[in-house]
């Protein structure tokens, strides 16, 4: 079965850039690496959606390597706003159904 | 602005009693996933449905968890005897596609209190 491994939290400042990475070790060949964030007392929202190598949108980066055994969501000059829990999703390799969310990373944006 | 909804958004139960969530999916989507939060479990995927077809439910408890997509505009998640221990936030996602890991959009939760 497919794991995932995040931080459990971190802590940065205003302005500056943030990344997560999440490491995920037998996920689906042919499926997104995609990535969640959720405010206290809401369901997760959509960040970011990639397969390989760099995504790029309005609001966050995706880096994934070629093994695509992890990924790293890169979020720049961070505001008190992006204080939240961000996740990431991957589908696992041995069962075309099963869906992994990682644990969670509690990210803290200090003024 | 397409959203999920889910009815209630609280409920208090008594342990042993019935519960009986809705979902209305955003029009269109095929894709239905229930989902599961607490404290010490963090988010956990109780089962998902694809043109109405239930693709995994491993992550239901069997015994008393059950759901089901009686149209394409609705999904139940139903629990009983519902006991403690089944105190959550429980979250409705809809998407449209064939992947797995497809964007969801989540609906907002209900609350679930078993005393």
């Known amino acids: 079965l497919a794991k995932t491994t995040q931080p459990i939290s971190m802590d940065s400042y205003e302005g500056q850039e943030v990344n997560i990475t999440c490491s995920h070790n037998n996920i689906a060949t042919n499926d997104y690496i995609t990535w969640y964030q959720q405010f206290p007392s809401q369901g997760p929202r959509f960040i970011i959606q990639?397969?390989?190598t760099k995504v790029t949108n309005e609001v966050a980066s995706l880096f994934i390597p070629a093994d695509r055994k992890s990924s790293t969501l890169s979020l720049p000059r961070v505001s008190l706003s992006d204080t939240a829990v961000y996740y990431c999703l991957v589908g696992d390799r041995d069962s075309s159904y099963k869906l992994i969310f990682g644990s969670g990373t509690r990210l803290l944006v200090r003024p | 602005d397409a959203r999920v909804t889910q009815t209630p958004r609280d409920k208090v139960t008594e342990m042993g009693q019935e519960v009986t969530m809705r979902c209305q999916p955003i029009?269109?989507?095929?894709?239905v996933f229930w989902y599961r939060q607490t404290m010490m479990q963090g988010l956990e995927l109780l089962a998902y449905?694809?043109?109405?077809?239930?693709?995994?439910d491993s992550g239901m408890p069997k015994d008393r968890f059950s759901a089901e997509m009686p149209d394409a505009t609705l999904a139940t998640l139903k629990i009983q005897p519902s006991e403690p221990r089944d105190s959550a936030v429980y979250f409705c996602?809809?998407?449209?596609?064939?992947?797995?890991?497809?964007?969801?959009?989540f609906g907002p939760g209900t609350r679930l209190t078993v005393l």
């Open positions: 029009l269109g989507h095929n894709t």
């Open positions: 990639g397969y390989k």
């Open positions: 996602a809809s998407g449209l596609g064939t992947g797995v890991a497809d964007t969801q959009y």
């Open positions: 449905f694809r043109n109405r077809a239930p693709l995994d």
